[in-house]
């Protein structure tokens, strides 16, 4: 993978053996592939939850391949309350990732002040790889948009936030926003 653009998701997820988080802690993200959703979502309030449309197919082939080798896959997010339109869609699409076999919760940031954070969001494969994501003031990917690391504070960093917030998160499907 190259340290310039955004990780293959289908290599990256490839290479998990057991586990992969995913802990988001933006309000606003605004990568190019969500955008015109975002928007027509802002402006209608209306989603399509057809997993054929748009980035879905492959992001949903690539959980379900990795879900299919007994890899668990969890998403954590933690958001400011009353939360943004992004939440508000990103939470009304959830049900495609949990469709997929993704678990995902959510935590009102209000709950996560005592919590050692790392600076950005970041997956976990198999607490042993963490890959940070760095994204731009307006939330696209930024160049590099991405780093990986070994290094066993971090690792562990990453692993200990991820397990505070998903023990204290809300499941998906009591969660309101």
Known sequence: ??????????????????????????????????VEEIEHFTRTGQITLDPTASFWPEWL???????????????????????????????????LNLGAGEQVRWLPRRHASDIPLPGNDFWLIDDRLAVFHFFTGDGDWANP???????????????TAFETVWERGIPHEKYTV
């Open 1 to 34: 993978m190259s340290q310039n653009s955004v990780p293959d998701f289908a290599e990256l997820l490839g290479g998990a053996q057991h586990t992969a988080v995913h802990l988001e802690m933006r309000d606003v993200y605004g990568v190019g592939d969500e």
């Open 61 to 95: 082939g690539i959980v379900k391949d990795t879900l299919a080798r007994g890899v668990v896959m969890r998403r954590a997010r933690i958001v400011s309350e009353p939360v943004t339109n992004y939440i508000r869609w990103e939470h009304a699409v959830t049900p």
């Open 145 to 159: 948009g991405f780093e990986f690391t070994e290094d066993p504070a971090a690792v562990s960093l990453c692993a």
